[in-house]
């Protein structure tokens, strides 16, 4: 016997047994092998290869008072995990404060309580707001992380760019949070942090790159900087600039592998040095130990044109 189809927003990740009664699903259909039980009350059809918010959608739906909090809730905002904690892939659900404590399989759960705000309904699930995010996540990183995870949510690349970027929050909005829970496990870490939290950075590695010059005493480079031509038209948009000395920094990640990145990327460095910018490239490696090479080669190129240490 054939069995009968899911309706459609079934298919496409995690539900909940009460979102099939809802929808008219019998409870016989739950329990065909075409979907696999991964907690209790939930499913996910065998054949799903969903993520992110379509995957962990159940978890919320199986009352009206469960929010995904912390390190899941950092995932469906894509904020950047150190490696001590990117590995930590149980579901980090919460109720408020007078509910009962969320309990079952692979499960971390949570009593919270959350001013106005402070969750939100993203793609379908409920989540703590990109700031309480950010918050929830100063008590378990360090400084550094935790501006990386700042940076990652306050980012805004304005029309000048090729792809335009909308930030996920503002600095305000992650200074008021910090505010409104002076008490709260890890706020002085988020305070800390809030000091070296910029507009601009794409990725941990470029926040890393600039706290590492900072830390080493060198002039710290500005970000959403846009190189124009002899026309005013935007033709560079380096990861961090030092405008004054004509230096340009590009990190280049993963991406930057592919040999029609590595062409454009000779195109762009061309470019550069055609309009009087020095380009300075940074691996991976250069990030690396606590001398890393990244500070001498900006040390290097700034003294090369004319600054000198105060």
């Known amino acids: 016997m054939r069995r009968a189809d899911l309706p459609d927003h079934l298919t496409t990740g995690s539900f909940s047994v009460r979102a099939s009664d809802k929808a008219g699903v019998t409870r016989s259909r739950t329990r065909a092998k075409d979907l696999l039980l991964v907690s209790r009350g939930i499913r996910v059809p065998a054949a799903s290869d969903s993520s992110g918010a379509a995957a962990l959608r159940a978890y919320t739906d199986l009352d009206d008072s469960s929010i995904l909090v912390s390190l899941s809730a950092a995932r469906i905002w894509n904020i950047p995990l150190p490696g001590n904690r990117s590995g930590d892939w149980r579901i980090h659900l919460a109720r408020r404060r007078g509910f009962s404590f ?55 690349h304005g029309p000048d760019f090729p ?25 002085r870490t988020a305070r800390a942090a809030l ?14 790159m600039r706290l590492a010059l900072v830390n080493a005493n060198l002039p710290e480079p500005v970000l959403n900087h846009t190189v124009r031509d002899d026309f005013g038209r935007p033709v560079l948009w380096p990861d961090a600039a030092y405008r004054n000395y004509r230096i340009s920094l590009q990190y280049d990640g993963q991406h930057h592998g592919g040999a029609e990145q590595h062409l454009r990327d000779i195109e762009r460095q061309e470019r550069s040095l055609a309009l009087g910018w020095l380009e300075v490239r940074i691996s991976k490696h250069d990030l690396e130990g606590e001398r890393p090479a990244v500070v001498h080669k900006v040390r290097r190129a700034l003294q090369s044109r004319g600054w000198a240490p105060r």
């Open 163 to 187: 792809i335009p970027k909308e930030a996920l929050c503002t600095m305000e909005e992650l200074s008021e949070i910090a505010g409104r829970h002076p008490g709260m496990r890890g706020v």
């Open 102 to 156: 969320p309990r079952r399989a692979n499960v971390a759960g949570h009593l919270l309580t959350f001013l106005p705000d402070e969750t939100v309904e993203y793609d379908g699930v409920r989540v703590t707001s990109p700031a309480r995010t950010w918050l929830d996540l100063a008590a378990l990183l360090s400084v550094e992380d935790l501006v990386a995870a700042g940076d990652h949510l306050v980012c805004f």
């Open 195 to 208: 000091e070296l939290i910029r507009v601009g950075a794409d990725s941990a590695p470029e926040t890393r």
